[in-house]
C-alpha cells in the first residue's frame, strides 16, 4: 500500500521550485529507532514511522546503507539495517532533517 505524498507548496503559496514539500515532509514524520535481534543472535537496526512511499524509503534505506557501510533492506513501513547502527542512523536521519524520537 503506497502512501500518498502532500503537496504543501500549494497551502504554503511558496514556489515548487523551493523543495518545500521534502523539507515539511521530513519534519512532520517523527521517526523511531531500534536493536532488534535477529536469528543467531545478530544484531539489527530498525527504522521506522515513515510517511513516505515505498520508493522514498528505498532511496533513504540505499543512502543509510552506504553511509553506515552495511546491507539491509526495506520491509513493510520499515528499514532493516544489518547490525547494531543507533547512534550512528540517529545522527545521520538528524542529518538529512528527519526528526527522530
Same mark, same amino acid.
Given at each position: 500500500m503506497a502512501k500518498e505524498t502532500k503537496d504543501f &507548496?500549494? +497551502?504554503s503559496g511558496l514556489p515548487d521550485e523551493?523543495? +518545500?514539500d521534502d523539507d515539511? &515532509?521530513?519534519v512532520g514524520q517523527v521517526l523511531s529507532i531500534?536493536? @532488534?535481534t535477529r536469528r543467531y543472535g545478530k544484531p539489527m537496526t530498525v527504522v521506522s514511522g515513515f510517511e513516505? @512511499?515505498?520508493a522514498e524509503m528505498k532511496a533513504l534505506a540505499s543512502e543509510l546503507k552506504r553511509r553506515l557501510a552495511c546491507g539491509g533492506t526495506v520491509l513493510d513501513d520499515e528499514i532493516e539495517l544489518q547490525g547494531n547502527h543507533v547512534e550512528r542512523a540517529r545522527v545521520i536521519l @538528524?542529518?538529512?532533517g528527519y526528526q527522530v524520537a
Open positions: &507548496s500549494a +497551502i523551493l523543495g +518545500i515539511l &515532509s521530513k531500534r536493536r @532488534d513516505m @512511499d515505498r @538528524d542529518e538529512l
